[in-house]
């Protein structure tokens, strides 16, 4: 097998056999991946919102409802929210707690929401799954009308760094030849061996900082903090030591 031979390119438009759910193998790695993901992402994420007892969080593209359950282990109400009918319908069946509800809609239009109905708004690794820049800017708009005026809005990225980086460890990006790192929306392949030899690769969109910063601030909000990712000293020896963050984490507020 060669070293990086595709379990399957997910979907043209955007990772369609995870976001439909359809494909059981592809899930199954996806969630062993998502266990990286507590020590890369959500934990940090977690960390940086402190004390939520009291709460109300939404998060936006929850998928698995990994992340959306254990918050809603604390906060006084946790609703997730994805696209996708299959990981909306795992979430429902999965999780039983009665602070803990799952919609499914589209981020770019919250009008089950009332205006300022959150403290907390989370978004992990969903913009890149949106390949125009418009809906970009309309779900940052629609976030920070849900958000209360002191809330928090906390979203990822994969970082631009390990967007650009060569091959290492376990996972290497595919750019097409007329890739640039300037040209915002460009499409590549971000490919992670997961288990052995087995992979998903990810169609992901790439969005410049100097966009990111440009839509948050035509939207009212800044960013107050970033984290940028690496595996704690008490993560386990099986996940490969990157020399660079492979996330991004803009926490950010109102203005
Ligand atoms: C890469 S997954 C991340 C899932 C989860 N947040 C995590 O960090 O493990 C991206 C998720 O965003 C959802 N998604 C993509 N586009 C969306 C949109 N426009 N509105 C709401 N959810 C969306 C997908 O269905 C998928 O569940």
């Not at 193998?25 to 009291?54: C, M, Q, R, S, V």
């Not at 760094?161 to 499409?187: L, T």
């Not at 992901?204 to 900082?209: M, V």
Request: hydrophobic share 35%.
């Amino acid at each position: 097998m060669e070293l990086f031979d595709f379990v399957g390119i997910i979907g043209e438009r955007s990772n369609e056999s995870l976001m439909e759910y359809e494909d059981k193998d592809l899930l199954d790695l996806y969630t062993i991946k998502d266990e990286e993901h507590w020590y890369t992402l959500f934990n940090p994420l977690i960390a940086y919102l402190g004390d939520i007892e009291g709460k109300k969080i939404l998060d936006i593209g929850c998928g698995s409802g990994a992340l959306a359950n254990e918050l809603s282990k604390k906060a006084c109400q946790v609703d997730g929210l994805d696209s996708s009918e299959g990981w909306i319908g795992h979430c429902k069946k999965t999780y039983d707690r009665e602070n803990l509800r799952f919609f499914r809609a589209t981020a770019d239009d919250l009008s089950l929401f009332a205006d300022e109905s959150f403290d907390i708004v989370v978004m992990n690794m969903v913009v890149p799954n949106i390949y125009d820049a418009d809906e970009i800017r309309r779900i940052f708009g629609e976030i920070r009308r849900v958000v209360k005026e002191t809330g928090d809005i906390v979203f990822s990225d994969l970082h631009p760094v390990c967007v650009m980086a060569h091959e290492e460890g376990n996972r290497k990006q595919v750019r097409p030849d007329d890739f640039s790192y300037f040209k915002d929306g460009n499409r590549f392949t971000a490919v992670v061996k997961i288990e052995g030899d087995r992979e998903i690769a990810f169609s992901d969109s790439h969005w410049t900082l100097g966009f990111y910063t440009d839509v948050l601030d035509g939207n009212g909000i800044y960013i107050k903090k970033i984290i940028e990712s690496t595996y704690p000293e008490n993560a386990p020896k099986k996940f490969f030591r990157y020399s660079y963050p492979e996330y991004i984490i803009f926490c950010c507020k109102k203005f």
